[in-house]
């Protein structure tokens, strides 16, 4: 069975501070993705990851993917205040699986202080 | 290009009664899953829909059934309402699990 796990799971920022939110999964896979939700919201997807290696940044988010290692890093530079919510890891089945089937972190709930 | 669009957006119903929440989803997607996410965690996938055919379930029981449209809209049907069934439901789209998928806005289901 697929598990994903995220660390950590709270964090507490100060504004122009960086860190990195770790997912790891238990088996392989070739597809990430990262999510952020806002109170009470809905899911708004921030990257997707689909090879070895493969880094994408948008703004002061990046984020990585080892398959090997089975893990992928979301780094927040120079955090601010609008980045705080919740931020959800989910990776997807391999070929030929269900692609409906994200299975998801429990997600890291970041909030940036002033 | 409209987003997945769900409704209604909050919903209360007694326990043992059942519910039908709906899902429009964007243009182009012929996809469709449904989520369930419980306060405080990541969202569990309940089924998927591809061109109206189930295609893919989770670890829910019989009583969560779905259906999808010709036009991909669709909608998640439960019946037997318990309490834990009261969570937000999501509705997500994709053209292709390459590209990603889009989550509509949610229904905020509380069972009493």
């Known amino acids: 069975e697929l598990k994903v796990e995220q660390n950590p799971l709270f964090l507490s920022m100060q504004e122009g501070k960086n860190y990195t939110i770790y997912c790891n999964y238990s088996?392989?896979?070739?597809?990430l993705y990262w999510y952020r939700q806002d109170p009470g919201k809905s899911l708004e997807s921030l990257f997707v990851?689909?090879?070895?290696?493969a880094v994408k940044q948008e703004g002061r988010l990046m984020a990585s993917l080892d398959t090997k290692a089975r893990l992928s890093t979301l780094h927040i530079t120079a955090a601010v205040h609008d980045l705080s919510a919740t931020y959800f890891c989910a990776v997807g089945p391999t070929l030929g699986g269900s692609q409906g089937n994200l299975i998801f972190g429990k997600g890291t709930k970041l909030s940036v202080k002033p | 290009e409209t987003g997945v669009t769900q409704s209604p957006t909050h919903l209360i119903k007694t326990r043992g009664q059942q519910v039908t929440l709906r899902c429009s989803s964007q243009?182009?997607?012929?996809?469709v899953s449904w989520y369930q996410q419980a306060l405080g965690q990541g969202p569990q996938f309940i089924f998927q829909?591809?061109?109206?055919?189930?295609?893919g379930r989770g670890n829910f029981p019989p009583r969560f059934s779905g259906l999808q449209f010709p036009n991909y809209s669709s909608e998640l049907n439960v019946n037997a309402l318990e309490l834990d069934d009261s969570a937000l439901y999501l509705c997500?789209?994709?053209?292709?699990?390459?590209?990603?998928?889009?989550f509509g806005s949610g229904t905020r289901l509380t069972v009493v």
């Open positions: 997500a789209s994709s053209p292709g699990q390459d590209y990603g998928y889009t």
């Open positions: 088996t392989t896979s070739d597809r």
């Open positions: 829909y591809y061109r109206e055919e189930e295609n």
């Open positions: 243009s182009g997607h012929n996809t």
């Open positions: 990851l689909l090879s070895n290696g």
